[in-house]
């Protein structure tokens, strides 16, 4: 894994990407910074820390959109997939090459609360808790676009997908608002969530029976709990939405608390989708 992290992180310098990612983020930090703090000469760092999330949108999609389908078009994954490198190791060193650029940029930012510590008081919980969150917050979509870019052999396209992945996420917060907390609007979500699994584990297996079987279990499980618990399928597409809410996750972080059921939940979602890309290309390395 050592090689391949290392082999990543040298070619983010040596090529372009790194360099944009790094200038973009630091040039949108310090516009944010001059505009919240030293123009209008507030002590409170807070508020371009959370500015930041909205840096976020843009440049993940530069970070990660090379991450795989480069060596897909390129046909240098061949290679790694012939190599003594199991799946995981190749994949892990490579999201640990973009998560260090990441790091990197976001550790540079920490000068500007030092220099506002310089002419006031700062609170120190909040920036610390602050950046604990958006570190998170940041390897979690990472690992999003690190996923998206194994759909896809075009760069331009990763980006594309990633970019209006991060939106929908960014606007998870007004969609729940906007849906309806109906039981019928919550079973209709539910049947076709569940066609979605099928279709996923169909053409995972490209097993017609396993699909089928996978159906079965879920109207099962569905037309149990509605006969045992009706009650349960109220508002239940709003709590869907509502907990697949990266933002609102990370608020705790900005108000200065070290919130553990945050991080677990993070951490869990990096997890997920570096299993996710490990699946995707160990699938097609056997193809």
């Known amino acids: 894994m050592l090689a391949v992290y290392l082999k990543e992180l040298r070619a983010y310098f040596t090529s372009a990407i790194g360099y944009i990612f790094m200038a973009t983020f630091l040039l949108i930090t310090g516009i944010f910074f001059a505009m919240y703090n030293l ?19 843009f440049i993940i999609p530069i970070l990660t959109m090379k991450i795989i389908s480069e060596e897909t078009k390129t046909k240098t994954d061949q290679l790694l997939f012939t190599s003594p490198l199991k799946v995981t190791e190749i994949i892990l060193g490579k999201y640990f090459a973009a998560l260090s650029i990441f790091t990197i940029s976001l550790l540079i930012t920490v000068l500007y ?61 007004g969609i729940q608002q906007a849906l309806p907390a109906t039981r019928t609007s ?28 996978t159906v079965i279990a879920g109207l099962i499980v569905i037309i149990t709990t509605y006969l045992v618990k009706k009650e349960a399928f109220d ?53």
């Open 39 to 57: 123009v209008t000469a507030n002590p409170s760092y807070i508020n371009t820390l959370q500015s930041l999330i909205v840096v976020f949108l």
């Open 235 to 287: 508002g239940l597409l709003q709590n869907v939405f509502g907990w697949f809410s990266l933002i609102k996750r990370y608020n705790l972080f900005s108000q200065g608390i070290l919130s553990l059921n945050s991080a677990v939940y993070y951490l869990s979602f990096i997890v997920a989708f570096v299993f996710l890309t490990i699946r995707m290309i160990d699938k097609r390395r056997w193809n």
């Open 186 to 213: 919550s079973i209709i979500f539910v049947l076709i969530m569940l066609a979605i699994f099928a279709a996923f584990v169909y053409f995972s297996t490209k097993n017609m029976y396993a699909a089928i079987v």
């Open 113 to 173: 609360p030092m220099i506002l510590s310089m002419f006031g008081t700062v609170s120190a919980s909040e920036i610390f808790s602050g950046y604990i969150g958006m570190f998170l917050l940041g390897a979690t979509l990472i690992s999003i676009g690190l996923f998206v870019s194994s759909l896809t052999e075009n760069q331009v396209t990763s980006a594309v997908i990633s970019f209006a992945t991060l939106l929908f996420i960014f606007l998870m917060d």
